[in-house]
């Protein structure tokens, strides 16, 4: 069963400075997608930044970015220009990539409560 | 821009009781799905639901819960007898094309078991 895994349980970061999040996971698929998710305090979930894995570019939105080291199985998320806004938990998520059978679930790590100091 | 609603926003019930947790995807998704986040702990899969019918579900989904979508446009989750251990937030998500769409959250339901 696949896995995902962060170890960061709470990170900080002063506003205007680049901050990086940890994600790794762990499975057995070739083919999947990873997600950041961002949860702020009304609990809503929001889609940040997706990578396909059989892509080797890192994918990026605006301020956010990621690090994708397939062999290493490590997601990592950089947000740069930190804003006071971004202060909220981080989720990474798995899914696996299966056209004809599963919906594709997602696997949620723990989360990371990020920050931002003013 | 569509989104995926939830309604009610916060229930409170009491142990035993049934609840009918409610939720519009966006109108031409066609895979849905129930999460749940217990205070404190990370988001969990409940169900998927494709067709008319259950796709997926994990060990949590046992016989005290339900999903159906009634009509064309709601989807809901039904817990027959509400335990303490059920309180959480409860999240529906829509995708447009299963295994390889993006899922988009609604707001949440937090329910509250006393």
């Known amino acids: 069963a696949q896995t995902v895994t962060q170890s960061q349980p709470e990170m900080s970061v002063q506003e205007a400075e680049t901050v990086t999040l940890s994600c790794t996971y762990d499975t057995s698929e070739s083919d999947y997608y990873l997600f950041w998710y961002k949860q702020p305090p009304s609990r809503q979930m929001i889609l940040v930044i997706r990578?396909?894995?059989?892509?080797?570019q890192n994918a990026t939105e605006n301020r956010f970015s990621v690090n994708f080291q397939k062999a290493a199985k490590s997601f990592s998320l950089k947000i740069s220009d930190s804003q006071l806004g971004d202060a909220a938990m981080y989720f990474c998520?798995?899914?696996?990539?299966?056209?004809?059978?599963?919906?594709?679930?997602?696997?949620f790590g723990k989360g990371t409560k990020l920050s931002v100091k003013p | 821009e569509p989104e995926v609603t939830q309604t009610p926003s916060h229930q409170v019930t009491q142990m035993g009781q049934e609840v009918i947790l409610r939720c519009v995807p966006i109108?031409?998704?066609?895979?849905f799905y129930w999460y749940r986040q217990i205070l404190g702990q990370k988001v969990e899969f409940l169900v998927s639901?494709?067709?008319?019918?259950?796709?997926?579900k994990s060990e949590i989904f046992d016989d005290q819960f339900s999903v159906e979508r009634p009509d064309g446009s709601n989807f809901t989750l039904k817990i027959r007898s509400t335990k303490l251990e059920d309180s959480a937030m409860y999240f529906c998500?829509?995708?447009?094309?299963?295994?390889?769409?993006?899922?988009?959250f609604g707001p949440g339901t937090r329910l509250t078991v006393t």
């Open positions: 639901f494709y067709n008319n019918e259950i796709s997926e």
């Open positions: 998500a829509s995708s447009e094309r299963g295994g390889v769409g993006e899922q988009y």
């Open positions: 109108s031409n998704h066609l895979y």
């Open positions: 990578q396909e894995a059989y892509k080797q």
């Open positions: 998520a798995y899914r696996t990539e299966n056209y004809g059978g599963s919906q594709g679930n997602l696997i």
